[in-house]
């Protein structure tokens, strides 16, 4: 028996299924637009060409992260790995080291540039670059489906139920995706980093865009429900100097830094 209230959801929706009282999805897409208004128009990909080289001096060499990742995985000498927003190869070096073959999508030229250079590095050559946005990427035409999907704190879609809709059908077993419980990238320190520099508090839902509650009931409202596991885990930003460190905030801001250092 269905409440009355549900009902009539359920009626809305031609009587076929009863979706969520909120659209997970455009709830997303509003913090997605919230902060891009807020910046400017800025393509994504030149962001992360920008932010390549100090995101590989951050994220390079083993960590205790990546090989928890990576050992998640559950995955073996023949299957075939997808890795959506690559960037740096920090998970598709170590994962091309133990599987026939990776494909890395990114939409960054400069974060893939790296990811070649650590291939090498290694000595690895089963591996295929594919740079374009996942939203462009056409499954079928620029890729066959592979055994495993991943897609690690690169969730920078504007439609993230499309997004992993294209996941789920290029994945042959299983797709996993790592992503934020609660604030990740923009912690509470960063919270009050940003009102000292800027002047202003931080933009709203700032921390909060890619915590995996968003992504749990989109994918519940798509009919996937999704084991979910909590890790601990710990993000380091490594600067090489404090002009560098000042520099990337002014970039991560836009215009109206403040006259004083704050730091
Ligand atoms: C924080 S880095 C994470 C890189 C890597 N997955 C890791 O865990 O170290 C985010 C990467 O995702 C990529 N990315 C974000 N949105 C994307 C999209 N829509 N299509 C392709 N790449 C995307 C960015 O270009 C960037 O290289």
């Known amino acids: 028996m269905v409440p009355p209230f ?3 959801l359920y009626r809305d929706n031609g ?3 009863l979706t969520g009282i909120i659209n997970w999805n455009k709830l997303r897409k509003a913090m997605i637009s919230e902060g891009r208004k807020r910046r400017g128009r800025e393509n994504p990909g030149e962001m992360w060409d920008k932010r390549a080289e100090e995101f590989n001096r951050s994220t390079r060499g083993r960590s205790e992260r990546t090989d928890r990742q990576v050992a998640s995985l559950g995955l073996d000498p023949d299957c075939t790995v997808l890795d959506v927003g690559a960037g740096t190869g920090r998970l598709s070096v170590p994962i091309a080291k ?4 990776v494909t890395a999508v990114d939409q960054s030229r400069g974060m893939l540039n790296y990811l070649e250079e650590n291939m090498a590095e290694e000595g690895l050559s089963n591996y295929r670059c594919i740079q374009q946005r996942w939203e462009d990427v056409e499954l079928g035409v620029d890729i066959e489906p592979h055994d495993v999907v991943i897609a690690s704190h690169s969730l920078g879609m504007f439609d993230l139920r499309e997004a992993l ?3 789920d059908a290029a994945a042959n077993r299983r797709v996993y995706v790592f992503t934020a419980a609660g604030k990740w990238f923009f912690d509470d320190f960063e919270e009050e980093l940003w009102e000292r520099v800027y002047d202003r508090p931080p933009r709203r839902g700032g921390g909060f865009r ?3 509650m968003l992504l749990y009931n989109i ?6 429900y999704a084991n979910v596991e ?4 710990e993000h380091v930003q490594r600067y090489e100097s404090l002009d560098e460190a000042v520099e990337r905030w002014r970039e991560r801001g836009g215009r109206s830094l403040r006259r004083t250092n704050p730091f």
């Open 6 to 8: 549900f009902h009539h």
């Open 15 to 17: 009587g076929k299924r």
């Open 98 to 101: 133990i599987v026939k073959q």
């Open 165 to 167: 809709a294209k996941m």
């Open 210 to 212: 890619s915590d995996y």
């Open 219 to 224: 994918l519940h409202d798509m009919g996937i």
């Open 230 to 233: 909590i890790r601990d885990a």
